[in-house]
């Protein structure tokens, strides 16, 4: 089955500036784990505009960190894709306290 995704490894390049972090490549069960380590000190910004694919383990990432910031009193901005922003919407993450989603409607 053609999945457009690469024959290669899957890679995922988070780039953080401040309380930033822009993600581009592929998020799946290979590397949400770690893209997750990645935001947990003080990320308010999650850029996803760079993602080619967004796997279902990659979901798990802004539910996480849309919980740890609404237990801090925070928001965290998800800047995605209309791609990306489907996913997210099919999940009901627009529902989910700490998370505001910002991007274009697919």
Avoid: Y
């Avoid at 000190?41 to 609404?70: C, K, M, N, Q, S």
Wanted: hydrophobic letters at 45%; a neutral charge; glycine letters at 14%.
């Amino acid at each position: 089955m053609q999945t457009g995704r690469s024959a290669g490894p899957v890679r995922c390049g988070p780039v953080r500036s401040g309380h930033r972090l822009a993600v581009s490549g592929e998020i799946d069960q290979a590397n949400a784990a770690a893209l997750g380590v990645a935001l947990e000190d003080g990320v308010t910004v999650l850029d996803l505009t760079g993602v080619t694919f967004f796997g279902v383990a990659g979901v798990r990432v802004p539910l996480e960190i849309g919980a740890v910031a609404a237990g801090r009193g925070h928001v965290v901005r998800v800047s995605c894709s209309s791609p990306v922003r489907r996913v997210l919407e099919v999940c009901d993450l627009p529902a989910v306290a700490g998370l505001e989603l910002d991007g274009p409607r697919p």
